[in-house]
């Protein structure tokens, strides 16, 4: 039974709630301001824009320039390859994570142990001997070259995010599909992916913003725009001049490129919470 909180705590609660919620926001809000800012009112010293402008983002959607080029092309391989790097790091995590949450065979915990630690091993130290081997296989500054790099970020979360699901999943129903003729396959596939779905909806948006935020792989896997994804693209950017500073148009291209993970996060919050609590529960 809950306890009803006092006034008093309710308060200290609510004014933590704030203080927190100003904490994680404020960097946020500082770009988008400075996004709207003039190149010559940058170092203004102030919080909003003296004058609204929407120069930086002309100059990164519309201008026509370098930067335009570059962001556009940058972003187009952003959502190539994570949604790439999303649908196989989802299918393959599935079919394992079904095997290891249903299936008793030896070495299944070393597995889910191995992807713990693959998910928390340093990416730094894994970037030199990609770049050696990526340029002699030919795979440098590809997709494919950054794909497969993307799946040791994404597929361990994947099958510890969905192993602990389908365990949440009453073995009972693939024994009922299977006497109503059901083969093996068929009640995987009909019985356990439907209700598996938010599970499986909520481990794709995660490995999607593991894959669309990255930054270290990007930035030493290519050396082009040919597959060079966003986050890497920003550290490329220049400004009009050699001795200005490219912050405006930075600021507006993480502004665009950070409106469709809100966007997701908005409309998929409800599938996103079901899906955690769901995976979350013991069995």
Request: aromatic share 12%.
């Amino acid at each position: 039974m809950r306890t009803a909180l006092t006034a008093r705590q309710r308060f200290w609660w609510t004014v933590i709630a704030v203080v927190v919620i100003v904490f994680a926001l404020f960097p946020v809000a500082s770009i988008v301001a400075t996004s709207f800012k003039s190149s010559s009112e940058i170092n203004s010293g102030t919080f909003l824009p003296p004058h609204w402008s929407t120069e930086n983002y002309q100059q990164i959607l519309s201008s026509g320039g370098s930067a335009q080029t570059l962001f556009l092309s940058a972003l187009r391989n952003s959502i190539g390859i994570s949604l790439i790097s999303t649908f196989v790091a989802v299918v393959l995590a599935t079919v394992a994570a079904y095997a290891i949450a249903r299936l008793d065979f030896p070495g299944k915990r070393i597995i889910l142990t191995t992807a713990l630690g693959v998910s928390i091993f340093p990416v730094v130290s894994l970037v030199t001997p990609l770049f050696n081997l990526w340029r002699e296989i030919g795979l440098y500054d590809t997709w494919l070259g950054l794909i497969i790099p993307y799946l040791s970020l994404t597929l361990p979360i994947s099958i510890w995010t969905l192993a602990a699901f389908f365990r949440q999943i009453p073995w009972e129903l693939e024994q009922a599909a299977e006497v109503d003729g059901a083969t093996p396959w068929q009640a995987f596939r009909k019985a356990i992916v439907p209700l598996a779905a938010p599970g499986v909806f909520t481990t794709a948006l995660i490995a999607f913003f593991i894959a669309w935020n990255d930054f270290v792989y990007g930035i030493s896997l290519t050396s082009s725009d040919r597959a060079r994804p966003v986050p890497a693209a920003l550290a490329f950017f220049t400004g009009a001049s050699y001795f200005e500073q490219p912050t405006g148009a930075i600021s507006a291209a993480a502004v665009v490129v950070t409106i469709p993970v809100v966007i997701l996060v908005i409309l998929f919050q409800r599938q996103i919470v079901s899906g955690l609590t769901q995976g979350a529960v013991k069995g």
